[in-house]
């Protein structure tokens, strides 16, 4: 990673915290003003954070996320950041899981105050969901 962009991943990685920790006071501080661009997986979209817990809410019970990975660039005036790792928590019914890999991209604006413009996120838990209703038939 570029290290004069460590601020703007350590930016990311505070915000996902944020949201993990469900301070969302915190969390809307690194997000620009007005309408934020988030887009989940399925192109699902939202404008801002109260959008996503409303959506999220029924989808785990709990979710975290261990980090494994983060690079940052500039390209198109702003900065990109790119958080890879693996997500664990526990599905609406409780049962624990672990290891769902994702991706968490984020636009930032270089200019102070930074603050986050987009996010895109990918993650396989579809995928793992798809494969515990093929075992539960089997």
Known sequence: ???????????????????????????????????????????????????????????YRVVRKHIENRDAWRSDGCVRVMITGTLYGEWPDGTAFEDIRFVDWFEIEEAPPARILRQHVWNDSGERLVAMQGDAKG
Do not use: C, H
């Not at 915000?15 to 690194?30: H, P, S, V």
């Open 1 to 59: 990673m570029n290290s004069d962009l460590t601020w703007a991943s350590d930016l990311a990685v505070a915000y996902l915290q944020a949201m993990e920790a469900r301070d969302i006071k915190a969390a809307r501080a690194l997000v620009a003003d007005g309408a934020m661009e988030i887009v989940f997986p399925g192109g699902r979209r939202f404008s801002g954070i109260d959008e996503i817990i409303r959506n999220s809410s029924g989808r």
